[in-house]
């Protein structure tokens, strides 16, 4: 993608370009390789290796640049052909990596995640490839040219709203915004492309080229930011306090937690049934260690006997409202999330006996 020239221009731009290219771009993917190793291998997520691909394409086409530098009176279409065999692979790898992404926006992510999504990127991938090589084994233009430019448009859009979205979810608005204006740019230059402008295009790539590869970075690290900051601590390692707050004639209950990596303690607003509930289970926890709360069993008759939680949805909203509070209303995930926080604030019964009690130390409960 975005392999923006139309002609081979000076030995001296090509060898400085294709030199420039070559490295940097070897260098963001060794990089970008070594955090996914760190990191993302432990994850399982191959995002990263998608994109980093990506960003190995330039360092090729670098390659490229730098061999054709050496022939003045070169076939330019030849060299076209080959650029744009590379932006197509370009293109194909971060649309591949996509689906990896941990947020993405709500009207695209049932296309992105669907198990036809290798086949909705990869039938335009060919259908653009195909020609492209016939190009180049020719070494003449086709009845269709500049299929990698409409390829590459298709791509920044999907890339552009994946983008704003992971970083505004992540509350890194000013990414956000910068994302947005470097797939603005990588627009434009396509479109320069698409209408022969006579326009510098060696700048343009250049400058969009590094500005996505930075973009990649930020990714990478807003990622690794969210680990880092979003790991559900150990029950021993949390602290609780329970206030009642009067305010404008209206009452407040809170709850807020320490022991969050990144974070301050963080008050969280409950309503009079949830905060009920998780201050049920801090109070008793609190007086007796080994008390137990019961759960009602589904279609069991109320009269017969009084539970301490008429139903197990009851802790599961607890749990949404407290995740809410913590992380942002949607900016959680049910397995980074939801199931560690449930794990590390209750404990069930080994008897399955349907009874719950607070795992917390009782040292680090307040009121």
Known sequence: MFIAHNSIGTAETLLFYGWWQFGTCLFAFAALMSIWWHIGKKQEDFGQVWLALS?????????????????????????????????????LFILLSLPWFRYLPAFLEPLIKSRYWRLIVGLPFLFSLLPTI?????????????LDVYYAVLTLLFLGFVLWHSFSRRRLISLAVLSLICIGITLLAQFFKLTGSTINLTIFSAIFKTCLIMIFF?????????????????????SVLFEIRRKNGKVERLVSFGGFLGHSDRS??????????????????????????????????????????SDYNEIRRLLF????????????????????????????????????RLRLEPRNIHF
């Open 218 to 238: 930020a990714l990478a690290l807003s990622w690794v930011k969210e680990l880092s900051e979003n790991v559900i601590p150990k029950a021993e390692d949390i």
């Open 134 to 146: 016939n190009k180049v084994a020719s070494g003449r233009e086709g009845i269709i040219n500049e």
């Open 268 to 309: 969280i607003y409950l309503t009079a049934s949830q905060y009920e509930l998780l201050h049920r289970f801090a109070f008793l926890r609190k007086k007796n260690k080994d008390h137990w709360l019961e759960i009602k069993p589904k279609n069991h008759p109320v009269r017969k006997k009084r539970y301490d939680i």
């Open 55 to 91: 960003v190995l394409c330039w360092s090729f086409s670098g390659v490229l640049e730098i061999y054709y530098a050496g022939f003045s009176e070169g076939n330019p279409i030849l060299l076209d052909g080959f650029r744009s065999i590379f932006s197509l692979f370009n293109s």
């Open 321 to 356: 409202a407290l995740l809410d509070g913590l992380f942002g209303k949607g900016n959680w995930s049910k397995q980074q999330h939801l199931e560690p926080l449930k794990s590390a604030l209750f404990e069930l019964s080994k008897k399955r006996e349907r009874k719950i």
